[in-house]
């Protein structure tokens, strides 16, 4: 991938973002606290330690290029917000996900 793929993804990345800030100031997801399903909790957990696993690789690819790592760290870590939202106090699991998780489930 050429930096320039980098710089348009991250881009791209920045507009969804924004999107989902504005989405976080309504309730859209089921708070964390209120949600018992555990099947889709280890789901979730599954998801959020790939993108740590992303993380870490990410150093591993980038090696001493600072300004790179950050570029795939930041890729990884704003894909969380495809699993659980914050408004900074509370979490909120994302319905759409767990909505496609529970198909996953039961196939």
Do not use: C
Not at 1 to 29: C, F, L, Q, W
Not at 70 to 82: E, G, S
């Amino acid at each position: 991938m050429y930096v320039g793929e980098i710089m348009n993804d991250m881009r791209d990345t920045i507009n969804g973002m924004e999107a989902a800030s504005y989405r976080n100031k309504k309730p859209h997801g089921i708070p964390l606290a209120d949600y018992t399903d555990v099947k889709g909790l280890q789901h979730i957990v599954g998801k959020l330690w790939s993108l740590l696993d992303d993380i870490d690789t990410a150093d591993d690819i980038a090696k001493e290029n600072d300004k790179f790592y950050r570029q795939l760290a930041f890729k990884a870590m704003v894909k969380r917000l495809n699993y659980v939202t914050s408004d900074g106090f509370d979490l909120t699991m994302n319905r759409e996900f767990l909505r496609s998780a529970a198909q996953d489930f039961s196939e």
